[in-house]
């Protein structure tokens, strides 16, 4: 298979490397390019042999910035073609197949980079995620897939498919190589118009150490193999989380569907319509038939598909109040080079059912090894995160492969309360909170035995988190605060009676600070343990999905 389309002379590497930073957190380390960011010196051909005179004339922003880390660039891996395919077959030079079997896709479009590091030419590739570009391929071949918060990383220098979703992605063999390159990368490029600042805190909503899961409710649309992997992924996922919830995701597999069923092939053919013409062998027809269908879509088109958008994006906001991350198969199965040859555009589309929606709905992810099917070829999983969740992201990523990482700590002068009412995130008091400087440090669970009752009185509903008796054996779902102490002590004089100040025990082992009430003030009050949230017991009051 063609897994390089142009490589460097060993002789320019080792220039490279003689010039590169000595002290530089990536100092020595060779990486492979996907062959439509540029590097200095080598076309940029997007995988179409027809752009192999275009040479570039300085490195894409992203490679500059590893080469600024002590990382050095070898050379560009074969793709498919124009960043469009989810395969790896749709390339001029040659298909790429899964290490792990002859007759398997690798997956794409990033497939030479994804391969490159799974073979071990290289321990770092740089790729692109449009619609998981980034992530089905590292699933394929048994890697790490990071996908960024879209505009994290810079995309200057980038051939770009569908510039306003394009994300420049990293292909590593562990999570802590890859936090080290989205590191290097990472950081607002004024000259990029599509790139974003990370904000100095996180935006509100977003916990420093994730600690709840959800998975899809129902079952999923799986080939038998991948499905008996997944169960047992779900499994595992109850070892490694401290909680594991259900949710609806058929907003979020709406929204993949309008990747291609909506406007957004006319951001293809804005981005390289221009180079389809004339037709001839150095351009893939699947790609060619994709990109020139963009021609077709109307202006009203375009804005009634971003209404939908928003329309879906709202729908799924609620699953962000309740959970840290969305846990999800890469792909719905590992199809063959034969099964692509014979249906290339159904099969191809197959494979971005979990993975579209991604960069549409403004979300990061990572793509991990989560063990292997039964036949023997590996299986993965994505960890998916509202923007700019990367860093706790990634940290979950490091617990679920068994990496080190570190929980963060309080500050001197700050201490974790947990709360589990009104102060939670987007509740009516949760204003309090953010008003003197408390971020949110984790959602989690009671340890079992607490019951959760629904307080009687005026004003806003309340409840009363209350330790021993029969409460649910997965416990309590409760916020956890890291909140500065004058900031404690003044919810403490503001919280009615029978709430006060305890400890209160976590489904992890530990303890902290937290709201509780005393079992002798809910004798008239309502038990609600079996909701196992405030949230849902609101939901319920109000008919609203819980």
């Not at 600042?197 to 079952?219: F, K």
């Not at 995160?385 to 002068?413: I, K, M, N, S, V």
Request: contains cysteine; proline residues 9%.
């Amino acid at each position: 298979m063609t897994v390089w389309i142009n490589r460097y002379p060993e002789e320019r590497v080792r220039a490279r490397e003689r010039s590169a930073p000595a002290d530089g957190p990536l100092a020595g380390v060779r990486f492979a390019v996907k062959d439509n960011l540029d590097v200095a010196g080598l076309p940029t051909t997007a995988a179409c042999p027809a752009l192999a005179d275009r040479v570039a004339e300085a490195d894409a922003e992203a490679v500059a910035r590893l080469a600024a880390a002590g990382a050095v660039p070898v050379g560009k891996t074969n793709m498919d073609q124009f960043a469009t395919g989810l395969v790896g077959t749709r390339s001029p030079y040659g298909a790429c197949h899964s290490v792990f079997a002859a007759d398997r896709v690798s997956g794409g479009s990033s497939s030479g980079s994804a391969v490159a590091v799974a073979r071990g030419d290289v321990p770092l590739a740089l790729g692109t995620d449009t619609a998981g570009s980034g992530r089905v391929p590292a699933a394929f071949n048994g890697i790490v897939g990071i996908k960024p918060t879209r505009g994290l990383v810079s995309a200057r220098g980038l051939l770009p498919a569908c510039r306003s979703l394009d994300c420049v992605t990293a292909f590593t063999r562990t999570v802590a190589e890859g936090r080290t390159a989205l590191r290097a990368m990472a950081g607002f490029d004024p000259r990029d118009p599509w790139s974003r600042a990370a904000p100095a805190v996180p935006p509100p909503g977003i916990a420093a150490s994730l600690r709840v899961a959800a998975v899809p409710a129902g079952p999923l649309d799986l080939d038998p193999k991948h499905d008996a992997a997944w169960q047992a992924a779900v499994a595992r996922a109850r070892t490694v989380f401290d909680a594991v919830v259900e949710v609806d995701i058929a907003p979020f597999l709406a929204a993949a569907r309008l990747l291609y069923a909506g406007p957004w092939p006319a951001e293809r053919f804005a981005a390289f319509g221009s180079l389809l013409t004339p037709d001839g062998p150095h351009l893939d027809p699947t790609v060619r038939r994709i990109a020139l269908a963009g021609r077709d879509v109307g202006g009203a088109d375009v804005f009634a598909g971003l209404d939908r958008l928003a329309e879906l994006r709202r729908a799924t906001e609620p699953v962000w109040w309740e959970v840290d991350t969305l846990m999800l198969p890469v792909t719905p199965g590992h199809p063959t080079l034969a099964e692509v040859a014979a249906d290339p555009v159904g099969v191809n589309a197959r494979l971005g059912t979990y993975t579209n929606f991604v960069n549409l709905l403004d979300l990061a992810a990572v793509a991990v090894p989560a063990g292997t099917r039964a036949d023997g070829l590996p299986f993965g999983v994505q960890f998916v995160a509202p923007a700019f969740a990367d860093e706790p992201l990634l940290d979950a990523a490091a617990r679920w492969c068994g990496e080190p990482y570190a929980d963060p700590a309080p500050a001197p002068g700050r201490v974790l309360l947990a709360v589990a009412g009104a102060h939670l995130s987007g509740l009516p008091l949760n204003g309090q909170l953010l008003s003197f400087g408390a971020r949110l440090h984790r959602r989690t669970r009671t340890a079992a035995g607490y019951r959760l009752f629904r307080l009687p009185g005026p004003g806003i509903p309340r409840p009363g988190l209350v330790a021993g008796g029969d409460g649910p054996a997965a416990g309590i779902a409760v916020e956890v605060w890291d909140v500065p102490e004058q900031g404690v002590g003044w919810l403490l004089s503001q919280i009615p009676a029978p709430l006060g100040l305890g400890r209160v025990a976590l489904a992890d082992g530990t303890s902290v600070a937290g709201f509780v009430t005393v079992e002798g003030a809910v004798r008239d009050a309502e038990d609600v343990s079996r909701y196992g949230s405030w949230r849902r017991v609101l939901a319920a009051a109000d008919g609203s999905p819980g």
